[in-house]
């Protein structure tokens, strides 16, 4: 028997090694392609629940000899807060955060290396990170396989307290497959798994016992898992639809789903509406407490971590201002999304009611594409 | 003592292998040929078919949802950096 079975063996991993060896192989004629040259300028404006977050963004990526693409950003949030949790605990306060990221993109045949480090500062906050990913494309370069890997450190500090320092680290896996599955319709599946360790609340949130304040108290530690089905189709007379549906959960008892749905159409040779609409869903932590009646080790009433479900809806349009074939392409894009967020187990300790608020997003940018 | 993930990885293992030597003429399902061909793909390169490519523009909604909502991971945009309510 064990003889038979050692002489199955080679065989199998014959087998296994050839149908990963035709998965490759085949008709890989179309290697893989470097993202787009570009330059893109964005003004992006939140405003909602007492908070006002505007500012522009610029990204530029240039390819060098059709093998390596290199791309910067540079990104600003001017925060204006006045949020239910600033207002009835301290007060209104303004601050700014920018971000910048490099990274370049090196493509070899049906593969495409991507590296990139990123960092996000505001006066008490800073994130550092760096990313890896590999995309493969395989069988006949109808399937895509990407994985990825982000490393990221932060720094917490508090405003008017010198004795306050903290940190944060952070592992992101992620893995994806994008199929073709016909001539006008593209299927993904993405898993992304992230693991935290260390100072992972807010130095200026608190919580409340019996009706009390008391400093939040987070557990140190937390992995969370997402995965996301996502289909998208064209319907052909110059239409598209897609949706899409994620699957959240960590190891503080969340749960969540996200449904995204959106139809995009062409208007005439220039433009391009699209309309979308998006719903979520979370269930709270185990140790949220809107207010709590026992002392518990973990404690916190951050109300991104309660019973909340939020709706979304959005339209976007974007025009052609300029076409030059085999040149460069210039569009203005304008994008509006309003979303509506209701919280279960929040209460509003102003009018003791359960807490909800509208939010707007409004994005208005130019891309140049050459 | 295993626990109930050992227990279970090791029950899979058995069962995988006892599948593998008990026929000896079982084989890997040999794919099919790939069907849409590199031609046939011009609708998929459009991009109305990539409806969130703007990358600055997708990193701004991504970061406004993430700050406020449990639920991150499994997007293409990345992002960081506290954002504090």
């Known amino acids: ?59 530029v990526r240039k390819s060098l000899a059709d093998k390596v693409s290199l791309s910067g950003s540079y990104y600003v949030d001017a925060v204006s807060n006045a949020s239910i949790d600033v207002v009835t605990t301290a007060s209104k306060f303004k601050e700014t955060r920018k971000a ?123 992995t ?15 239409n598209a639809a897609r949706v899409e549906y994620r699957y959240f959960w960590d190891t503080w008892d969340i749960k969540a789903h996200t449904l995204e749905a959106g139809y995009s159409r062409y208007v005439g040779n220039d433009w391009l509406a699209d309309g979308f609409v998006r719903f979520y869903k979370q269930g709270q932590a185990l140790f949220y407490s809107d207010n709590a009646s026992s002392e518990t080790l973990y404690l916190s009433r951050n109300r991104q971590l309660s019973d909340f479900r939020s709706f979304g809806l959005g339209g976007k349009l974007s025009y052609t201002a300029k076409r030059v074939p085999g040149q460069y392409e210039l569009k203005i894009v304008g994008s509006i999304e309003r979303i509506r967020f209701n919280y279960g187990n929040f209460t509003d300790i102003r009018t003791r009611k359960a807490y909800d608020f509208d939010a707007n997003l409004l994005q208005l940018y130019v891309t140049a594409t050459f | 003592m295993m626990d109930t993930t050992q227990r279970f990885a090791v029950l899979a293992a058995l069962g995988g292998a006892a599948l593998l030597s008990g026929c000896s003429s079982w084989r890997l399902p040999s794919l099919p040929e790939p069907w849409v061909k590199p031609y046939e793909r011009e609708r998929l390169a459009d991009p109305i078919m990539k409806p969130g490519s703007d990358g600055l523009a997708a990193r701004h909604r991504e970061h406004v949802l993430v700050v406020r909502e449990a639920a991150r991971g499994a997007n293409s945009a990345q992002g960081g950096g506290c954002g504090c309510n």
């Open chain 1, 1 to 59: 028997m064990a003889a038979i079975e050692l002489r199955g063996m080679p065989g199998l991993w014959q087998r296994i090694a050839g149908l990963f060896g035709s998965l490759l192989a085949m008709g890989g004629a179309k290697a893989i392609e470097l993202p787009e040259d570009r330059a893109e300028g964005l003004y992006h404006l939140y405003k909602g629940g007492g908070v006002t977050a505007d500012g522009p963004a610029l990204l």
């Open chain 1, 100 to 222: 910048y990221d490099f990274g370049v993109d090196y493509a070899y045949r049906d593969s495409l290396m991507s590296l990139g480090v990123y960092r996000s500062k505001e006066p008490d906050y800073q994130a550092d990170s760096v990313s890896i990913d590999v995309a493969q494309e395989v069988y006949g370069n109808m399937t895509t396989v990407a994985l990825g890997f982000t490393r990221g450190v932060d720094k917490v500090l508090k405003a008017g307290e010198p004795s306050f320092s903290d940190s944060a680290k952070h592992w992101q896996y992620r893995l994806g497959i994008t199929q073709v599955l016909t001539p006008r319709l593209l299927g993904s599946a993405n898993l992304e798994v992230v693991s935290d360790d260390g100072y992972l609340g807010n130095p200026y949130r608190v919580a409340r016992v019996f009706g009390a304040s008391v400093p939040e108290r987070n557990p140190r530690t937390r």
């Open chain 1, 224 to 238: 969370s898992r997402a995965l996301k089905f996502k289909l998208i189709g064209d319907l052909g007379e110059r």
